[in-house]
T-cell receptor, first 114, second 116 residues
Framework: AQSVAQPEDQVNVAEGNPLTVKCTYS??????LFWYVQYPNRGLQFLLK??????LVKGSYGFEAEFNKSQTSFHLKKPSALVSDSALYFC????????????FGGGTRLMVKP | GAVVSQHPSRVICKSGTSVKIECRSL??????MFWYRQFPKKSLMLMAT?????????EQGVEKDKFLINHASLTLSTLTVTSAHPEDSSFYIC????????????FGPGTRLTVL
């Protein structure tokens, strides 16, 4: 069975500082990895994905993530955090079989303080 | 990118009534639609998966007679919460995947259901 772990319930960072939101996964075969962001009372907004190719993936709003196969990780990063980045972030994985479902991590709340 | 809409965005109903939530893919054909439930400050829990024209596949522990899912066309799926009770109050999110976007799911904005 596939799974995703986001070890931190909350990450606090000062505005302007770099941020990292951690994600590790377990899946059979090659993974398809995703990051989504959710603002209060809203659905999920897609940030970025890794399907194949370059391990460093760049996404929306200046976010990026690095796929590390040996560590089975896909940490989300941003060089300089904004207060408006404060939200709930979800990492998700699915296997490369077309029928595989998307499995979500528990979510990490990012708080960026001015 | 592909857009998925949900209606209504918020609904309040009395206990014992039924509520229908619509999920539409606006600019692509959704061969598969997913319904999730999200509790406060929690992750998304997959309730069921539906393919156009066939019966939905429910996850373990989800009552199919209580949460009726219909996927009658390639752009519309509905979730009906029958005989709603306060414990059904939650945030319901739909997601859609098309034949051309098999690697990705596109999410609707969610529906906040409150059962009094």
């Amino acid at each position: 069975a596939q799974s995703v772990a986001q070890p931190e319930d909350q990450v606090n960072v000062a505005e302007g500082n770099p941020l990292t939101v951690k994600c590790t996964y377990s899946v059979s075969g090659n993974p398809y990895l995703f990051w989504y962001v959710q603002y209060p009372n809203r659905g999920l907004q897609f940030l970025l994905k890794y399907i194949t190719g370059d391990n460093l993936v760049k996404g929306s709003y200046g976010f990026e993530a690095e796929f590390n196969k040996s560590q089975t990780s896909f940490h989300l990063k941003k060089p300089s955090a904004l207060v408006s980045d404060s939200a709930l972030y979800f990492c998700a994985v699915r296997g490369n079989n077309a029928g595989n479902m998307l499995t979500f991590g528990g979510g990490t709340r990012l708080m960026v303080k001015p | 990118g592909a857009v998925v809409s949900q209606h209504p965005s918020r609904v309040i109903c009395k206990s014992g009534t039924s509520v229908k939530i619509e999920c539409r893919s606006l600019d692509f054909q959704a061969t598969t639609m997913f319904w999730y439930r999200q509790f406060p400050k929690k992750s998304l829990m997959l309730m069921a998966t539906s393919n156009e024209g066939s019966k939905a596949t429910y996850e373990q522990g989800v009552e199919k007679d209580k949460f009726l899912i219909n996927h009658a066309s390639l752009t519309l799926s509905t979730l009906t919460v029958t005989s709603a009770h306060p414990e059904d109050s939650s945030f319901y999110i739909c997601s859609a995947r098309g034949a051309q976007t098999v690697h990705e799911q596109f999410f609707g904005p969610g529906t906040r259901l409150t059962v009094l």
